[in-house]
């Protein structure tokens, strides 16, 4: 069992930075792959970005792609995630998700992760 708390949300202007974290409590975080999604009001969780155990791949949605950024320090538990250039359309409640499943390529929907955050919301202003 792994528990995992976001923090690092806020209200910003576009063109803005913040940057997210993770933090894992629990069990051994290092062997696990992390995702981070996002869910804006009425609309489905999507995924925004992965990383593996070994942090030696990524993965990023296209919506994001060249402007956020997925990291990891397995010393301190932690799982960042670097938004730049933010947009209104990033508006949304995000999350992140620990999955200890064997995988060599990043998960990308949310029934291939076991452990989940509380959330923290992200909102965009023009």
């Known amino acids: 069992q792994v528990q995992l708390v976001e923090s690092g949300g806020g209200l910003v202007q576009a063109g803005d930075s913040l940057r997210l974290s993770c933090a894992a409590s629990?069990?051994?975080?290092?062997?696990?792959?992390v995702g981070w999604f996002r869910q804006a009001p009425g609309k489905e969780r999507d995924f925004v970005a992965g990383i593996l155990w070994s942090a030696g791949r990524t993965y990023y949605a296209n919506s994001v792609k060249g402007r956020f950024t997925i990291s990891r320090d397995n010393a301190k538990n932690t799982v960042y995630l670097q938004m730049n250039s933010l947009k209104p359309e990033d508006t949304a409640v995000y999350y992140c998700?620990?999955?200890?499943?064997?995988?060599?390529?990043?998960?990308?929907?949310?029934?291939?992760?076991?452990?989940w955050g509380q959330g923290t919301q992200v909102t965009v202003s023009l």
């Open positions: 998700a620990a999955s200890n499943r064997y995988t060599i390529m990043v998960p990308t929907t949310t029934d291939e992760y076991q452990y």
């Open positions: 629990g069990r051994t975080f290092s062997s696990y792959t």
